[in-house]
């Protein structure tokens, strides 16, 4: 039998209150166990104040079988949160002999000097307490009261991210083993939110299967999580499910789990053998950037131009000036010879071109803000196939969707001549 | 005498603490209502779970002097909000009049029925409560419990944004009129943190004046808050702060309040009548795109290459074969090449160039990940000028820090030649 296990999650720090930084780590942390069958019931966020800290961390105590406390583990002054959770718990603080040791050994063979308060605060940790980090590069400590583990954690949230997944998860999953979940994520783009619903309608109402829909611009998230069966009860409902999903959605699921769009269409050029170029108007930069931003994007991005100007339109691309006069820069006629010129100017065999008005100004009756044509030209291939796109939204959301679906027009001429 | 304010935010959602969701909500209220002088000493985020909403609200009207109650009051199953907080309370539910009135000559004159539970559920507010939006475009009502306001507020973040301006905060400054507070925001570049710290000593410990640094890369914001005094001596005293911190950091003060160093470049480049050309290598699109996000960008900004191959170096810009052959393409020669090429062969009045490692992988003893060098050039000018940057940290960080670099550089070009 499992029992159902709750958490509280105590966020610390006055920039969080003050509405200075978001609280990304209590997100975070709620993400991941929330996927491995733990929830929240309640997530907190409290300013550095040690008679608040302690009573946060009572009434957690009470409500809670597990508690993640981050923030406030430093060692400068507005550094509280040791202190404050040992007077709560009546405890005193100690330094903890063999994190201090290792401390002053480390920091003694780059030339520093434990004793420094900076330092040597850093070992001292509320009586009993268990540091995560044994070799102190990170802050952090489990801290077990009347049976209920206490884990405190750095607030910064790389720091966090690693101690949670090394250390917090495995130890409450042998503490508190929760009931068989499946859970798949998809990715999918070009179909809105009410298809999909749609064409998976043949799913909802099943029991034990819960579908979420999340959608991001042109891409939608589809979550799909088995609960409340055995281990094998929830892999049959899954296998049926998932072949039910990838039979209705077919090439519009770009990707799962991890996956992003960048990255997939980054695989795919790979795999290909395949340089994309690029030749960017209205998104100035951003699919260049979207796509370097993945390591390794060298092997397969040749590079790009952001031809912002018209003038470079012709100087850098070959434009003919008679397209930029007679048609204007948001036009079919216009993206095509982008595609092309990008090609033949800046070699690769794959070329995208996108050219529209973003807005907030610019647009006219004829051709509104949210204008946008897509070309894709391939070496050796036929003439450039263009898109016309009418988008709705600020200039960062139509910039966003462009990005979204000339990556997906990428993809998807990659998977058509797989 | 004023008396010290302190606030409650409780977010309500399960999106929320299963991670899925972003609560922005609460931060921007706590933002909004900090720089008024209000504090929230507790954020919570709870599930929909109307026992856990009914206890969280007793136990913030325990504490806290008025309670802002985000979402849950939509018209679906899944929004428990009244009724919670109504039982919690001990108060009834029932159809506001007016409220119900007015929706249902709204929604009849667009030809759809009040007498839907979708719609007349939306009129039922626990008893006493008063509707925030009378016309029912938005959920939303003030309930009042022994003196303390509870303000109930769409989870929308739009919607709750529209309703806190304009009939929270004037209700709360009514109620709980705060003592003057004078803020300020200065955005620094180029100054290590405790270089600013250390400049700006003579303030640290004046009563009533607190100072917040807050690095992002090589930028550094730092708060000037006055707070204490009467609204005179607040004035005096930031006015002897603010020319201190002026004098102090000089021109490594980019910008103030809600400017951003793309937007202050563009804005240079305009005043100055120059037109920006790019080269970029390690970033990849990040500094055209974080330039192209700026509306009107194209008055200033004619485009750039994203030359991420070596031959595209050479294609487009023109680097000599030479120097990437004999010093690389990561180096104080290409970096210069690449900034006169741009001018050369893009036009423009002023270049900038970058070329690097971003990692995580390329690097060597020699050039290790983080080398980046970054050359600007003028037309007309003298030869172009190199900088060799060391950064640390992951790709992303590193292409940050690249792109700040080179904005303030142009930035620090522009307003020498002013």
Redesign the interface.
């Known amino acids: 039998m499992y029992k159902n296990v709750a958490g509280e999650i105590i966020a610390i720090g006055d920039?969080?209150?003050?509405?200075?930084?978001?609280?990304?780590t209590?997100?975070?942390?709620?993400?991941?166990l929330?996927l491995l069958g733990y929830?929240?019931?309640?997530?907190?966020?409290?300013?550095d104040?040690p008679a608040?800290i302690g009573r946060?961390l009572r009434?957690a105590l009470e409500h809670a079988d597990f508690v993640l406390v981050t923030g406030g583990l430093g060692s400068t002054d507005d550094d509280l949160t040791t202190a404050a959770a040992a007077d709560a718990l009546g405890l005193g603080t100690k330094s903890h002999p063999v994190l201090a040791m290792r401390l002053r050994e480390r920091l003694a063979a780059e030339g520093r000097d434990f004793d420094l308060p900076l330092f040597s605060r850093f070992a001292v940790l509320p009586e009993g307490a268990e540091p995560l980090d044994m070799e102190g590069r990170m802050a952090g400590y489990l801290l077990e009261h009347r049976g209920k583990p206490i884990w405190f954690l750095p607030g910064v949230p790389s720091q966090m991210a690693v101690l949670l997944e090394d250390r917090v998860i495995p130890e409450l999953q042998g503490r508190f083993p929760q009931p068989p979940l499946r859970q798949h994520l998809y990715h999918s783009c070009g179909l809105p939110e009410l298809d999909i619903n749609a064409r998976l309608k043949a799913l909802a109402g099943r029991p034990g299967l819960h579908l979420?829909y999340?959608p991001i611009g042109f891409n939608v998230d589809v979550s799909l999580t088995l609960r409340g069966g055995s281990a094998a009860a929830n892999e049959a409902l899954f296998q049926e499910a998932d072949s039910l999903i990838r039979a209705r959605l077919g090439a519009h699921i770009f990707g799962e789990s991890d996956d992003s769009l960048p990255e997939v269409v980054g695989r795919l050029l790979e795999r290909h053998g395949k340089?994309l170029v690029?030749a960017?108007s209205c998104?100035?930069?951003?699919?260049?950037?979207s796509?370097?931003?993945i390591?390794?994007?060298?092997r397969w991005?040749?590079?790009?131009?952001?031809?912002?100007?018209n003038?470079?339109k012709e100087?850098?691309l070959g434009v003919p000036k008679d397209i930029l006069d007679h048609f204007g820069a948001v036009s079919r006629e216009c993206a095509a010879a982008m595609a092309t010129g990008a090609l033949a100017?800046?070699?690769g065999d794959i070329a995208v071109a996108v050219t529209g008005i973003a807005?907030?100004?610019g647009g006219s009756a004829e051709k509104p803000v949210g204008t946008v044509y897509l070309a894709l030209a391939a070496k050796n291939g036929s003439g450039p196939q263009v898109q016309l796109l009418h988008l709705h939204g600020a200039?960062?959301e139509i910039?966003q969707q462009t990005m979204q679906r000339a990556l997906d027009t990428v993809r998807r001429a990659l998977i058509s001549t797989a």
């Open positions: 920039e969080l209150t003050c509405g200075r930084v978001a609280n990304t209590s997100r975070l942390a709620a993400r991941k929330f929830d929240f019931a309640v997530m907190q966020c409290i300013g104040d608040l946060t009434g979420g999340y340089r690029l960017e998104t100035g930069g951003l699919l260049a950037s796509l370097t931003a390591p390794g994007s060298s991005f040749e590079g790009g131009a952001v031809v912002y100007s003038r470079l100087r850098v100017r800046l070699g807005g907030p100004t200039r960062a910039q």
